[in-house]
């Protein structure tokens, strides 16, 4: 089976799932990303790898800090980058997602940089330029529906590897909304792939999708259990504006029962780190005291998310 992310040598053509990728290659993403952090963690080098390459952010769904992350990395790699709102344009005179596509592609696109509410838009977007012969043009799923956010699972393994330095040894807990969340998923299929041995799940059951164990996680109803031992702790936000569904009573019962305090984080490793995706609901599931505390790496996942993203873009240029 032909995996559509992947050239015919075997090389990054589109990054669409983290799901099926070979180690290597998200071994290759890892190392290319650290080649661009600077000597403090906190600063990100300029590169002239996509000179004269136009990157086209197509944001169908709002995300200030994806799409934020998403240029400020293009043009550290010195492509011109072109931001398209397109929930405002567009799609609200009736165009279809692949007309505008054609049109785009039709004004020298390089790479379309993809947020969708729909799960798989950004793969019928691949698809469809492969038909046209637009092989030289890059697909870049920015997250899609409730299915992959792959460019936040690389960052979070970078940040990890970053801190922890091998994957072989360590037990990682993702905490709260897994149901809703795609970056879960991609982490999950991340963490796999890379070798962790013990990956938990933690959550109220109505917050668990059934695939969980079918996929190696072990799942914990209960925080202080599922936490005892860990070496990474993953915060997913808790996503309230798919919350009226009745699945969890409020986010002050919430907090109660799964909110990340320092006497939960207690539980973990000492030295054990807590990572968020963003953007944090503070109180609801994470105590600002662990939020703003030295185990807490969320800020250094930022900078760390445009390294990882300049590496995706550059490696995809580059193939």
């Known amino acids: 089976m032909h995996n559509p992310q992947l050239n015919k040598n075997g090389e990054l053509q589109h990054l669409l799932t983290i799901e ?6 998200l071994n290759h993403i890892l190392d290319t990303a650290s080649s661009f952090v600077g000597v403090s963690d906190r600063e990100v ?3 002239p790898l996509m000179r004269g390459k136009s990157v086209f ?3 169908f769904e709002n995300s200030t800090r994806t799409r934020t992350t998403f240029e400020i990395a293009a043009k550290r790699l010195s492509a011109d980058v072109i931001n398209l709102n397109i929930s405002a344009s567009s799609a609200s005179k009736g165009e279809s997602l692949l007309d505008t596509i054609d049109n785009l592609a039709a004004m020298q696109a390089d790479m379309f940089v993809v947020r969708h509410s729909q799960s798989g838009a950004p793969h019928l977007i691949a698809a469809h330029l492969s038909r046209i012969n637009q092989h030289h043009v890059h697909v870049v799923n920015a997250g899609d529906g409730r299915h992959a956010h792959p460019t936040q699972g690389l960052l979070d393994m970078y940040t990890i590897r ?3 330095k091998d994957f072989s040894q360590l037990t990682v807990a993702i905490v709260g ?3 809703h969340s795609r970056v879960a998923r991609s982490d999950i299929h991340a963490l796999t792939t890379l070798g962790v041995p013990e990956i938990r799940a933690i959550g109220p059951l109505t917050l668990l999708p059934g695939s969980l164990e079918q996929m190696g996680v072990r799942i914990f109803t209960d925080i202080n259990e599922g ?3 860990v070496d990474v702790i993953i915060m997913l936000r808790l996503q309230n504006e798919r919350m009226n569904g009745g699945l969890l009573p409020s986010a002050q019962e919430y907090f109660k029962s799964y909110g990340l305090t320092p006497e939960r984080l207690a539980l973990a490793k000492p030295d054990a780190i807590v990572m968020h995706p963003g953007p944090m609901n503070r109180g609801v599931e994470i105590d600002s005291a662990v939020a ?3 185990q807490a790496v969320i800020l250094p996942q930022v900078t760390f998310g445009i390294a990882v993203r300049m590496a995706v873009m550059g490696i995809l240029a580059g193939n």
């Open 20 to 25: 099926g990728l070979p180690k290597p290659i």
């Open 162 to 164: 970053h801190y922890k």
């Open 227 to 229: 936490l005892k031992g």
């Open 292 to 294: 703003d505390g030295t």
């Open 57 to 59: 952010n197509l944001f």
């Open 177 to 179: 909304d897994i149901l």
């Open 45 to 47: 080098k300029k590169v």
